[in-house]
């Protein structure tokens, strides 16, 4: 049971590059989202999934895309980076006791 | 003015000393989440409480719901301890948690 894995730890763009940044759950979790991580700031929302096929923004969605064809995998793309978009990543999904488990996280920079 | 506000901001303690942080929210919530990250590390979830009080080793976690506010302790404080924690809360309605920025413990031998 590895929980949540992210792909990759490490990543470097540049501006106008597009990426995605992998997701994967072994839990069988239905709640799975995306949040960012910069320097005191709390973790913002970018996008969450209920289930499979369904999709919804969180707080701060501009400039990332996602889609849940299976209950394991939540892509995060990245359509044309922007250095405003470095930041860490983390993915996680949600147990049925509400709790999130957190994927080690991506540490992106966009030059 | 962020829903969810921590304090203190930074905390160094000595070993062995009893720690407390603290979380307090302005909405109303279902439940609230402690995690912990440690430097360059990922974020693990410690406790998830909507009412009264978990314990977990050395952590202890308190809600009190009509006064928005939970803190969590840390007995016999560890250097091991030293890492980032942060609360977060479920709003009543919807399904979103909503993040404090966190408080960054050093615990010095």
């Known amino acids: 049971n590895a929980g949540v894995t992210q792909t990759p730890k490490f990543q470097v763009l540049k501006t106008g590059q597009s990426m995605t940044l992998q997701c994967a759950q072994d839990?069988?979790?239905?709640?799975m989202s995306w949040y960012r991580q910069d320097p005191g700031m709390g973790l913002r929302l970018i996008h969450y999934s209920v289930g499979a096929g369904i999709t919804d923004q969180g707080e701060v969605p501009n400039g990332y895309n996602v889609s849940r064809s299976t209950t394991e995998d939540f892509p995060l793309r990245l359509l044309s980076a922007a250095p405003s978009q470095t930041s860490v990543y983390f993915c996680?999904?949600?147990?049925?006791?509400?709790?999130?488990?957190f994927g080690a996280g991506t540490r992106l920079s966009v030059l | 003015k962020n829903e969810v506000e921590q304090s203190p901001q930074n905390l160094t303690a000595q070993e062995g000393e009893f720690i407390t942080i603290n979380c307090s929210y302005s909405v109303g919530i279902s439940a609230l989440h402690w995690l912990q990250q440690h430097p360059g590390g990922g974020i693990v979830s410690l406790f998830m409480l909507s009412s009264g009080k978990k314990k977990h080793g050395r952590l202890i976690a308190t809600i009190n719901i009509q006064e928005k506010h939970s803190s969590l302790h840390i007995t016999a404080s560890h250097p091991r301890d030293s890492a980032v924690y942060i609360c977060?809360?479920?709003?009543?309605?919807?399904?979103?948690?909503?993040f404090g920025t966190g408080t960054s413990l050093t615990v010095i031998p």
């Open positions: 996680a999904s949600r147990g049925e006791l509400g709790g999130e488990y």
């Open positions: 839990m069988n979790h239905e709640y």
């Open positions: 977060a809360v479920l709003r009543g309605t919807g399904n979103q948690f909503y």
